[in-house]
């Protein structure tokens, strides 16, 4: 996802169609962070349900100016920087994008252009920008579900600037922007499997945000998880949804803007977009039934907060594989990914690690899994399709190396947060609640029959109740 900046014979002029489809799905993929929102506040305790929104809308706050100040040269506009990141300065503040666009290729008007495919469908850099800047968002919203109820807001926003900068920024450039893990001459598939005309021979598959988005928050939820610590009552207290209807309404949207964000990485209304908007759905359907079916053998119910979660197991799974797979292949993949990520969510009582929203197993396990599944099930190349194991290989290898890579530099930043400015909230907030100890508001104010205000949740259970011999009796909690 390179942008081309290559002077022409001819001057470049802009695809309407292209830089409209691009328009929507960048408004569709900023519309998953809400949605994100309402997913995570419906999973957590009433008392915790603004903090954990507010830790949603705080990143896109943070990320969206980071984003614009130097996160796109980082990440697409910069010099190449040893494999690992673009130069920082190069475009900072999207200097040589907007205003006077020097060095960049430009359309009649003087609006810098890109054909970031090379395939002649120019859109402005600047939309460019912004449809990236959406995916930024979202990667670190993604984090703060392995740490709801417990962590100081302002350290929050402190750990989005640093990770965005230091992991995010160095993954995407490292897969999207030419570097180690993309398919240039100088990237880790030409080492091992050699290089063609400029570029390996087996090119990475990762369509939308395997390695980039999923594998990276999905480590990193895990890392956080285990340098914050435990919730206080972690596996004997039930902690439960407090509102499951707004978990699937939120599972919803996020589905509806995920079609931006695997489509729209298409960048222009074609084939391919088409057949990319098919997979994601029939492999989010598959996940569905995969978790229910894994639920139902297991725990003898097959439930709604179940059937939200398979949906973003499906959604995280074919996100890198949606462009290389058939529409069966896509069934296939995603129900695999729904069994597994239902399988995975318990691990966390068995381990000890307290990942409060299962960012691990939804996003960590499933976006392995996708990633990795795109080397067995992908129509050119894959093994299933009998063309050998370097597609397989090429695919293991760029999940580990972004696994290894951001689950280093967060314990470095989580471990200097910690040491600094100190994560959690006092054990006295945490079980008051810390929407009113770090935002000075509740949720719902509720006049009970009595004539005292509080909160209130439902009794539906939660990942953590369903997978814990230890847990509380079910009863109403805040």
């Known amino acids: 996802m390179s942008p081309t900046l290559l002077p022409l014979a001819d001057t470049p002029v802009i ?68 494999g690992l990141i673009g ?23 003087g609006t810098a252009v890109v054909d970031v495919f090379g395939s002649g469908v120019w859109i ?17 919203a993604l984090i703060s579900g392995a740490i709801a109820d417990r962590v100081k807001f302002s350290t929050w926003l402190v750990f989005s600037g640093l990770w965005v900068t230091l992991a995010y920024f160095p993954i995407a ?19 091992i499997f050699g290089a063609a005309d400029g570029v390996a021979k087996v090119l990475p598959i990762d369509f939308a945000g395997g390695t980039v988005v999923h594998i990276n928050a999905g480590v990193a939820g895990l890392v956080l998880a285990l340098v914050v610590g435990r919730r206080l009552g972690f596996g004997r207290t039930a902690m439960r949804p407090h509102n499951v209807p707004l ?27 088409s057949l990319v908007w098919v997979n994601t759905t029939v492999a989010t359907c598959a996940a569905i039934l995969g978790w229910l079916v894994i639920e139902k ?28 797979l058939s529409p069966v292949g896509s069934i296939i993949l995603g129900l695999v990914a729904g069994g597994l990520a239902a399988l995975a969510v318990g691990l966390k009582f068995r381990f000890g ?15 392995l899994w996708g990633t990795i599944g795109a080397g067995l099930l992908a129509t050119s190349g894959g093994l299933l399709y009998g063309d050998g194991p370097r597609q397989l290989v090429v695919q293991v290898v760029i999940a580990l190396a972004s696994l290894l890579f951001s689950a280093a530099v967060t314990a470095v930043i989580a471990l200097a947060l ?61």
Request: charged share 15%.
């Open 15 to 82: 695809d309407a169609s292209a830089t409209a489809f691009v328009l929507v799905c960048s408004s569709l993929v900023l519309l998953m962070t809400p949605g994100l929102a309402l997913f995570y506040g419906g999973m957590t305790r009433a008392k915790s349900v603004l903090n954990m929104m507010m830790m949603s809308f705080g990143a896109m706050g943070v990320i969206g100016v980071v984003y614009v100040l130097w996160g796109y040269s980082m990440s697409f506009g910069g010099r190449n920087v040893g």
């Open 87 to 109: 130069n920082p300065f190069d475009n900072f503040g999207l200097r040589g994008v907007v205003g006077e666009a020097t060095g960049a290729t430009l359309d009649a008007d």
């Open 124 to 140: 402005p850099e600047i939309l460019f920008v912004g449809f990236q800047l959406t995916f930024a968002v979202i990667t670190v």
């Open 173 to 191: 450039h490292m897969v999207w922007g030419g570097g180690l893990l993309s398919g240039s001459a100088d990237g880790l598939a030409a080492k």
């Open 247 to 273: 978990v699937m309404l939120g599972a919803g949207l996020l589905w509806f803007g995920w079609f931006g964000f695997n489509a729209g990485s298409e960048l222009a209304a074609d084939g391919v977009a």
């Open 297 to 324: 053998l297991r725990d003898g119910h097959a439930t709604s907060v179940g059937a939200a979660s398979g949906v973003v197991a499906g959604l995280v799974a074919i996100t890198p594989a949606c462009g290389a």
């Open 353 to 367: 690690y307290d990942d409060s929203l299962d960012v691990v197993g939804v996003h960590l396990v499933a976006g």
């Open 418 to 478: 910690r040491a600094t400015i100190g994560w959690r909230i006092s054990e006295d907030d945490e079980v008051a609640g810390i929407d009113q100890a770090e935002h000075a508001e509740s949720g719902y104010d509720l006049v009970s029959r009595g004539g005292r205000l509080g909160t209130s949740s439902t009794p539906a259970l939660s990942h953590d109740a369903r997978h814990h011999d230890e847990l509380a009796p079910e009863g109403v909690q805040a």
